[in-house]
């Protein structure tokens, strides 16, 4: 298996712009997770999927950003409208277990965003 | 002031020597604690879980504690190798909760 596959591994966009990351899990995987990558903040879980269902949100900063998973096979975190601060690492990582219990989560490399 | 705290911040030591890397934290209910190694521009990777009632858990030359009652975790490397160069991540997971801690930079030098 690949892995988590993520794209675009960067992006450059103007303050603004619609923004939209995207995601593979591994195959097999039932659970989903995107997260958040700063100097500042360091890594922060925005939300997480189970079985395609989002389960928690609570950790998206704002209306600004939305998460779907339309299939077992395929998530994207969208981004509307892009605001500097927003600039981050944004990865995605999925895991066997249904729960946030003992289970292993694999993380793809990642999305650089630069938002100008 | 975070839930999860890291500590030291960063660590140079030489390339065989072992070290030691702290995590305490104050989240609850407890659920599990969770080792991450972070290379500069990747994914994090990880180490080791360990659930309440484990208080020691390795992965090759790692090797993680637990106490519970006093709520450390430590994250032992023997024998550093230059791949070891990475940030470390400790994340405490409680219930649907899960909190992150601020990493330990650790540098290995020939």
């Known amino acids: 298996d690949a892995g988590v596959i993520q794209s675009p591994r960067h992006e450059v966009t103007e303050m603004g712009q619609e923004v939209t990351l995207r995601c593979k899990p591994i195959?097999?995987?039932?659970?989903l997770f995107w997260y958040r990558q700063t100097m500042m903040r360091g890594l922060e879980l925005l939300i997480y999927?189970?079985?395609?269902?989002?389960?928690?949100d609570s950790g998206m900063p704002e209306d600004r950003f939305s998460a779907k998973m339309p299939n077992a096979s395929f998530s994207t975190l969208k981004i509307q409208p892009s605001e500097p601060r927003d600039s981050a690492v944004y990865f995605c990582?999925?895991?066997?277990?249904?729960?946030?219990?003992?289970?292993?989560?694999?993380f793809g490399a990642g999305t650089r965003l630069s938002v100008l | 002031k975070n839930q999860v705290e890291q500590s030291p911040q960063s660590l140079i030591i030489l390339e065989g020597k072992n070290c030691t890397l702290q995590?305490?934290?104050?989240?609850?209910?407890?659920?599990?604690l969770r080792w991450y190694k972070q290379d500069t521009g990747r994914g994090p990777v990880s180490l080791t879980i360990?659930?309440?009632?484990?208080n020691t858990k390795s992965n090759g030359r790692y090797t993680a504690t637990l106490d519970a009652d006093t709520k450390q975790s430590s994250l032992h490397i023997t024998a550093s190798q230059l791949s070891d160069s990475a940030s470390y991540i400790c994340?405490?997971?409680?219930?649907?909760?899960?909190?992150f801690g601020a990493g330990t930079r650790l540098t290995v030098k020939p």
């Open positions: 195959s097999g995987h039932n659970s």
């Open positions: 360990m659930t309440f009632s484990e």
């Open positions: 990582a999925s895991s066997l277990s249904s729960t946030l219990a003992k289970n292993i989560q694999y």
């Open positions: 994340v405490v997971t409680a219930g649907n909760d899960m909190r």
């Open positions: 995590c305490n934290y104050t989240v609850s209910p407890f659920s599990n």
């Open positions: 999927f189970n079985n395609n269902v989002p389960i928690d």
